[in-house]
C-alpha cells in the first residue's frame, strides 16, 4: 500500500512562489505516474500536473501552464510542485497521486492519494 504525504503548503501573497512535495512512503513509487490536483471550496477537484516515471515528461494543466513546474527525485523518493507567480484562484487544497498510465487528468485514473495540504495566496 502506497501512502501519500504531501507538504509546503502555506500563505503566500499574490506573485510569490511555494514548493510543494509529496513523499510516498510503504513502497517505492518510481514505477507511478505521479500527479497534483487541487480543489477549493465548492468546486470540483482540478488536475494541476503530472509527471511521468523517469521524470522525462510533464503535462500541466491549462490554468497554471508557464506559472507551475511539476519534478521528481526518484533517489529520494520525492516529487514536487514548483508554483511561481501565484494567484488568488490558486488558493485550494492541493493533493498529491499516484497512477499507472501517463499523461493521466483525471481523478478516476489515479489509485493513491495523500490528505492534501492549504495553499491560500492573498491579493
Known amino acids: 500500500q502506497v501512502q501519500l504525504v504531501e507538504s509546503g503548503g502555506g500563505l503566500a501573497q499574490a506573485g510569490g512562489s511555494l514548493r510543494l512535495s509529496c513523499a510516498p512512503s510503504g513502497r517505492t513509487f518510481s514505477s507511478y505516474t505521479m500527479g497534483w490536483f487541487r480543489q477549493a471550496p465548492g468546486k470540483e477537484r482540478e488536475f494541476v500536473a503530472c509527471i511521468n516515471e523517469s521524470g522525462g515528461s510533464a503535462w500541466y494543466g491549462d490554468s497554471v501552464k508557464g506559472r507551475f513546474t511539476i519534478s521528481r527525485d526518484n533517489a529520494k523518493n520525492t516529487v514536487y510542485l514548483q508554483m511561481n507567480n501565484l494567484k488568488p484562484e490558486d488558493t485550494a487544497l492541493y493533493y498529491c497521486?499516484?497512477?499507472?498510465?501517463?499523461?493521466?487528468?483525471?481523478?478516476?485514473?489515479?489509485?493513491?492519494w495523500g490528505r492534501g495540504t492549504q495553499v491560500t495566496v492573498s491579493s
Open positions: 497521486a499516484a497512477g499507472i498510465s501517463f499523461p493521466i487528468s483525471h481523478v478516476s485514473e489515479y489509485i493513491y
